[in-house]
């Protein structure tokens, strides 16, 4: 690579970055243009510490729940994955996730691949197929939304529609897609590469790289008991989402404003996700915007106490995120060090990953 090529791709990474600060400030002053903030830090005050500490639980359950999952669908990879090597990694994710979107997946793959030995392309792979299986939890979740929301929540939500029929949509090509790869992948890999390769060498070689990690990914899971038991974990990690959002009303005591219920932490969490979604350092700015939206417009509650719990859960999700990166930097390096393993850190594993490569 050149210096110019270098130059240019430290350009784009750079106004890539600055674009997602920008879009967050965006939805920050959105989310909170005409609050009182003296009457939402008089709500935080206010804390139920019994509510809040179950609010945690239920947040550190579903992520170790994510890496249990994990662990189900990378097991004919490898059969023995250690817990706490898959929940340092998760964790860890996160933790980058809140200064670069997205990064936080691909340290993950690296992560996990060096510590357990297995190749960047499998776990990348398995993360592939993750994030399928997260979009189409999510897209039949909104939908139970839509059926157990006392009004029309497609009225209400005027973007829920369509984020609904995109979801299908994706969902649909994806399966289509795959099917096709499996069963002309010659065919279909010949006439990609020969399309991207009129382009450009480099294209062609990602292309191909791509092909084999989404087929690496999705060859993971081999049995029905695999399948089952991955759907059963996914459904609950959505109501452990769902039973964190539910502490988190009784930990600001929303009850006391108004009627609170499961069924309404199932909608606020299935569509505060999509705050989330949006490509800002954490979710900074889109969840608060989000979240606020569906306490003051579908649940009457005031602006004031939107704002609040926007505040206190996002806050938290982020301190617990980053403190607990550095708890599993530390333990599992520790336990390797032991082992006579190398330490790893951002800049090793991204670079020490190619020894694993297979």
């Known amino acids: ?103 936080g997946e691909i340290y993950r ?93 480099k294209l062609s070689n990602k292309a191909e790289n791509f092909f084999d990690t989404l087929l690496i990914g999705f060859a993971s899971i081999k049995d029905i008991k695999g399948y089952i038991l991955t759907a059963v974990y996914s459904v609950l990690i959505l109501i452990c989402y769902a039973l964190s959002s539910f502490a988190g009303f009784h930990s600001l005591g929303l009850e006391r404003y108004g009627e609170i219920s499961l069924a309404m932490a199932w909608v606020f969490m299935i569509i505060s996700a999509f705050g989330v979604i949006i490509p800002t350092p954490g979710g900074f700015g889109s969840y608060h915007a989000i979240a606020i939206l569906i306490l003051t417009s579908l649940y009457g509650f005031s602006k004031e106490l939107g704002a609040a719990y926007a505040l206190l859960t996002h806050t938290t999700q982020v301190i617990l995120f980053i403190l607990s990166s550095f708890f599993f930097f530390s333990l599992v390096n520790n336990i390797n060090a032991k082992k006579g393993m190398a330490k790893e850190d951002l800049i090793s594993v991204f670079r020490n990953s190619k020894e694993i490569e297979k």
């Open 1 to 103: 690579m050149t210096s110019d090529n270098i130059h240019k791709k430290g350009i784009r990474k750079y106004f890539g970055v600055v674009f997602t600060v920008i879009l967050a400030f965006v939805f920050l002053f959105a989310a909170f243009s005409n609050v009182d903030f003296s009457e939402t830090f008089n709500n935080i005050k206010e804390l139920s510490i019994g509510w809040f500490l179950l609010f945690i639980f239920f947040f550190f359950l579903s992520h170790f729940l994510r890496a249990v999952r994990w662990q189900v669908m990378i097991k004919s990879v490898k059969e023995k994955t250690s817990i706490i090597n898959l929940f340092g990694a998760v964790m860890i994710g996160y933790g980058v996730n809140v200064a670069v979107p997205r990064l």
């Open 109 to 201: 793959g690296l992560f996990l691949g060096k510590w357990e030995g297995i190749s960047r392309t499998s776990m990348l792979g398995s993360i592939i197929l993750e994030r399928f299986i997260d979009i189409f939890a999510f897209t039949v979740g909104a939908l139970i939304s839509v059926y157990i929301y006392s009004g029309n929540l497609l009225d209400e939500i005027s973007w829920l529609k369509d984020s609904l029929i995109i979801g299908f949509i994706i969902i649909l090509l994806f399966i289509l897609f795959l099917f096709a790869v499996i069963l002309f992948r010659e065919k279909m890999i010949k006439i990609i590469l020969k399309i991207s390769s009129g382009i450009s060498e």
